[in-house]
Nanobody, 121 residues
């Protein structure tokens, strides 16, 4: 099983910024679409942003203009730059990869353990 690891979460004041990173524990030969999800207490998990290998992006309406997703294919790492943070952005943020090739095997729907983002107001 492929373990994705998120980092960069923490406590930030409203209007501030954070940059999240996600990488796999192991050497990845190929990864397809990667994405960031989030889940607040008592709420359904939601897609925040996703990016294909070619760089095509998609964002939830609630974060458009504030968040930017990007990836480094050489490092097999995906990032989420979060600006103008609001209290409603408070959630656990999870990294996701739909397809990963590593160790001579394919893995699907891989997730990280999540990183907490708390925005104070």
């Amino acid at each position: 099983q492929v373990q994705l690891v998120e980092s960069g979460g923490g406590l930030v004041q409203a209007g501030g910024s954070l940059r999240l990173s996600c990488a796999a524990s192991g050497s990845i030969i190929y990864s397809n679409t990667m994405a960031w999800y989030r889940q607040a207490p008592g709420k359904q998990r939601e897609l925040v942003a996703q990016v294909t290998r070619s760089g095509s992006t998609n964002y939830a309406d609630s974060v458009k203009g504030r968040f930017t997703i990007s990836r480094d294919n050489a490092k097999n790492t995906v990032y989420l730059q979060m600006n103008s943070l609001k209290s409603e952005d408070t959630a656990v943020y999870y990294c996701n990869a739909d397809q990963i090739l590593t160790g001579g095997r394919w893995y699907y729907h891989c997730w990280g353990q999540g990183t907490q983002v708390t925005v104070s107001s």
